[in-house]
């Protein structure tokens, strides 16, 4: 590394910090999973995975997660959260099969003399025997100050004793958590530069919370002012409104922080946060930086133009560094531009008339508030190119569905047969059935034949993305032939009623 240059170690703790998470549990083997992703894909330095003493299930993931870590050479790199209770946090974790203690200390006088109803030097006691008792057992401590950022704003000299007191102890690291979420930018780094100036030596990681939504400015903060090391988590997730997020803060430092480095593969942060996703069961915003579903989809028209003339819309945030695509969004105000960048993704060409119609139906679609993704795409083209080759001598000019609780499905269909008006009321068993019987009772008073249908499909387009739209194939036989077609709505019955408005002017 080039000697300007400074390696930060990356500790995660979406295992401890993000599992508390209002709602959140992690199985033992999701735990695994996450675990070895974090230390094998993603490359942290460092995960904290469990608060000792939980319960049974922690002791399980933690036991399979060190039985794991020591097979590969790892064990020093997984962390758990322990207390100030003498040995027994200590045995638990030993137990569990793990080696390096996260233990948790008071950070301010308030928190001291409150909750735990002791004075500075009974609590310095208790921390320096629980240190000497884990270096006896093989266990390396690290020690957090819980509440550090309220005890700098209100109790300093207390910090300050504590940290004379921590440094000479056989301590790995000294952890600095805005536990309540609570400092500036501004005040995360005085704070910070005054510590690691006053102990040059020691190791000081920053460990930020989210609550006004700073969390990754102060963890900005926190490594210009000389922090060693960062505490993240995947999603941001964490007590109350989260941690600092990996994402973001890898991000931030890649782009903005030209001295820093760190071991974090950026490639692998979009896959992460989806697994986390997935095992958390908590939905990632979309438009949360670098990994939410929108942040890498330009919606306007005009965006997607100055993209194809010279990247105009581009910065350095590109989504393959994260594994990810730019997208252009169809809707109402995407524009040709945006269609045309879809297509050209899919590899379809149209002509300028048939583009102009895919544009106005996505347009339509876009006016009702509808999602089209471009998996829909192919559907709304076929549908169209199908409507071109259909002459309209039958027209469904209007219909009502009625469906209502212990009453039979009804409609009343308005229908134009070469240019001749009829009208019909009909029921059925659903709305489709009532809308078939009512053309039925107009084609048996015209003398004419419908088809009979032999099979309905229905399908969305792939992904299971879209709230666009549904495609309805119906098969129909008619003079001992087969034929299909299709109608595609963003409403099943409509899309069948489409379907079936084909068929009258194929027949
Ligand atoms: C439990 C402690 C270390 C914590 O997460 C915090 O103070 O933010």
């Known amino acids: ?36 992703s974090l230390l094998t894909e993603v490359k942290v330095d460092r995960i904290e995975i469990a608060s000792a003493r939980v319960s049974e299930g922690e002791f399980d993931a933690v036991k399979k997660i060190t039985k794991w870590a020591k097979t590969n050479g790892m064990l020093n790199r997984v962390e758990v959260l322990t207390f100030v209770d003498g040995d027994v946090s200590i045995d638990w974790m030993i137990k569990a099969g793990a080696k390096v203690a996260n233990l ?27 240190i000497n008792l884990a270096k006896k057992k093989g266990i390396e401590t690290n020690v957090y100050l819980e509440d550090w950022s309220n005890g700098m704003r209100h109790s300093k000299a207390y910090v300050f004793q504590y940290l004379d007191f921590i440094v000479k102890q056989p301590v ?56 060693h090391g960062l505490h993240l988590t995947v999603n941001g997730m964490g007590e109350r409104a989260g941690n600092a997020p990996l994402a973001s803060a890898i991000a931030v430092m890649n782009d903005f922080m030209p001295n820093i480095k760190s071991s974090v593969v950026e490639k692998s942060l979009y896959r992460i946060s989806r697994l986390v996703e997935t095992f958390s069961g908590i939905r990632i915003p979309a438009n949360k930086p670098v990994v939410g579903e929108n942040v890498f989809t330009q919606t306007a028209g005009i965006h997607a133009d100055g993209d194809k003339k010279n990247k105009l819309y581009f910065s350095d945030l590109m989504p393959e560094r994260f594994g990810r695509q730019r997208k252009y969004a169809l809707g109402k105000t995407s524009g040709k531009a945006n269609i045309e960048n879809n297509l050209a993704q899919l590899g379809i060409q149209l002509s300028d008339a048939d583009l102009k119609k895919v544009t106005q139906r996505i347009i339509e679609l876009g006016d009702k508030k509808e999602m089209v993704t471009q998996a829909d795409l192919p559907y709304i083209i076929s549908d169209i190119l199908d409507s071109n080759s259909i002459q309209d001598k039958v027209k469904v000019e209007n219909y009502v569905l009625t469906h209502s609780k212990e009453l039979r499905p009804s409609v009343t269909l308005r229908l134009a047969v070469n240019g001749e008006t009829f009208e019909e009321h009909a029921q059925g068993d659903g709305q489709y059935d009532a809308f078939m019987n009512a053309l039925k009772k107009i084609y048996k008073q015209k003398k004419m034949e419908l088809p009979q249908l032999t099979d309905y499909a229905v399908r969305i387009p792939p992904g299971g993305k879209s709230d666009a739209l549904c495609e309805t194939i119906i098969t129909w036989s008619y003079n001992n032939k087969e034929f299909k077609t299709r109608g595609l709505d963003s409403d099943q019955t409509v899309s069948a009623i489409k379907a079936t408005q084909k068929m009258l002017n194929i027949i």
Request: cysteine-free.
């Open 1 to 36: 590394m080039p000697n300007n240059q400074r390696y930060i170690e990356i500790m995660d703790t979406t295992l401890r910090d993000g599992e508390q998470t209002s709602g959140v549990s992690f199985s033992a083997s999701e735990k695994l999973t996450i675990a070895q």
């Open 104 to 130: 948790l200390t008071k950070g301010s006088l308030n928190h001291l003399t409150h909750q735990l109803k002791k004075k500075p030097e009974q609590h310095f006691a208790e921390i320096a025997e629980v």
């Open 172 to 227: 790995k690291r000294v952890m600095l958590p805005d536990t309540l979420g609570i400092l500036t930018p501004v005040e995360v780094y005085d704070f910070i530069s005054e510590i690691v100036q006053r102990y040059p030596t020691t190791h000081f990681d920053f460990h930020g919370h989210n609550d006004y939504d700073l969390g990754t400015a102060n963890v900005m903060e926190a490594l210009r002012a000389g922090a």
